[in-house]
């Protein structure tokens, strides 16, 4: 999710801070942090030399190849394949030389949610050239690439220097092997750490535009559904028995009068469904009341008795409100639908410059968040604005889902204008 990016009820554990590149602090000659550069300077040309074929032959393969429909894709698999060479590198680098770099953001491909009339082919084309593209544009993979270019001569001249050093200059040995590690740490920090800051926050924010337009095209879909198939069909069977009651009125009075009584109760139900369409927009009790009490309404309308705790001491940003209540009313009606609960929960609060969500119950548990689930969906739209969704439904339960905002101030209303 960020809720599928995370393990169900877990926060990722905070990323070790990586160095800031200085060299490591002198210490005694023989120690096990040498004896952990000599293992890294004897390993490095085995390793190297396997990642080094398997990237050129995958290369070369993927150039001789892209007259066909199977060289980009095959290109593309090789880069994620340096991505996750990379970290291995980047685990023996911790290992062995100390070196902490921070890893690298995970891709998320753009979503597209228009799908044609070929329903899921439509849909499997969808997704497929995004991450073609994602992935043949990742600059974080080309650069692992370089790097396992760059380092093959390197490791072979630094085992041959380690080696003779071993058999004729072994005094020196522990000197020559820091040297020669700072080298490969200097490597390892350039060129298999993360892309700069600014440029992954822009990929993620194209990612994230894609899935706010994406949904709001999807709910502008839904009104015109609801619209189409619910008021507008009602309104016009209302104007055709209009119609009829005024044919009749003079000649039936009667059954004009049956006709326009019916007619008045359509106008009721018409009327009741477009409240209820207001509602689903962005209900009135949360724009004059704000969103602990807008949480209450939805708490009594829940078919599961469900208490709220609001811990809320001021308002968020409207369009916090808007998702928050959204959020919680998606929640709720997951757990009408699916958990077989007895009681919910719906907590509010702020925890220093986050909004938190969290909506509880004691059903059966076992939700999930995998991909093309509700759950999943409603974590990528909290993710497109800095948002995160944590799910713990353990089997035989309880459901615990925590959605997590960016908390932003609520601007002053305008005084009213008198006179």
Request: proline share 7%; aromatic share 6%; with cysteine.
């Amino acid at each position: 999710m960020t809720a599928s990016a995370h393990p169900p009820g877990k926060r990722l554990p905070r990323a070790t801070a990586p160095d800031d590149g200085a060299l490591p602090p002198p210490r005694p000659p023989l120690s096990a942090a040498t004896g952990r550069e000599i293992a890294h300077l004897l390993l490095n040309p085995l390793l190297d030399t396997v990642w080094f074929g398997y990237i050129t032959v995958c290369f070369y393969g993927s150039v001789g190849l892209s007259v066909t429909v199977v060289g980009l894709p095959l290109l593309a698999l090789t880069l994620a394949g340096c991505r996750r060479i990379g970290g291995l590198e980047r685990a023996r680098a911790r290992a062995l030389l100390g070196t902490r770099v921070e890893e690298p953001s995970r891709m998320r491909p753009r979503k597209s949610g228009h799908y044609g009339k070929s329903g899921n082919a439509a849909k499997g084309a969808a997704g497929f050239f995004p991450w073609l593209w994602m992935r043949l544009r990742d600059p974080v993979a080309w650069r692992h690439a370089l790097y396992f270019f760059v380092r093959l001569p390197w490791s072979w001249a630094a085992f041959a220097v380690t080696l003779v050093s071993l058999v004729v200059a072994w005094p020196l040995l522990p000197w020559l092997a820091r040297g020669l590690t700072n080298v490969d740490r200097a490597m390892v920090r350039s060129l298999l750490s993360p892309s700069d800051e600014l440029e992954r926050r822009i990929a993620e924010l194209e990612s994230d535009r894609g899935t706010v337009a994406d949904t709001a095209a999807a709910d502008l879909r839904r009104i015109e559904r609801d619209l189409h198939d619910g008021a507008q069909a009602r309104l016009v069977a209302l104007a055709m028995d209009l119609g009829l009651a005024k044919e009749k009125l003079l000649q039936d009075p009667e059954a004009a009068a049956r006709m326009v009584d019916e007619a008045h109760g359509e106008v009721k139900l018409a009327l009741q469904e477009l409240r209820d369409l207001a509602r689903g927009i962005h209900p009135a009790i949360l724009t004059d009341r704000g969103l602990g009490p807008a949480l209450s309404a939805l708490a009594a309308r829940c078919t599961v008795r469900t208490t709220v705790d609001d811990g809320l001491t001021g308002r968020p940003a409207s369009a916090l409100e808007g998702i928050a209540y959204f959020t919680a009313s998606e929640l709720l009606q997951n757990v009408s639908k699916h958990s077989g609960a007895t009681s919910a929960y719906v907590e509010v609060r702020r925890e220093g410059d986050r909004l938190l969500l969290r909506v509880g119950d004691d059903g059966r548990g076992g939700a999930t968040a995998a991909h093309g689930s509700g759950l999943a969906g409603l974590a990528e739209r909290l993710g497109a604005v800095d948002g995160l969704l944590l799910l713990d439904s353990p089997e035989g339960g309880p459901t615990t889902v925590t959605a997590q905002l960016p908390w932003r101030e609520a601007e002053s209303a305008p005084a009213p204008v008198t006179g």
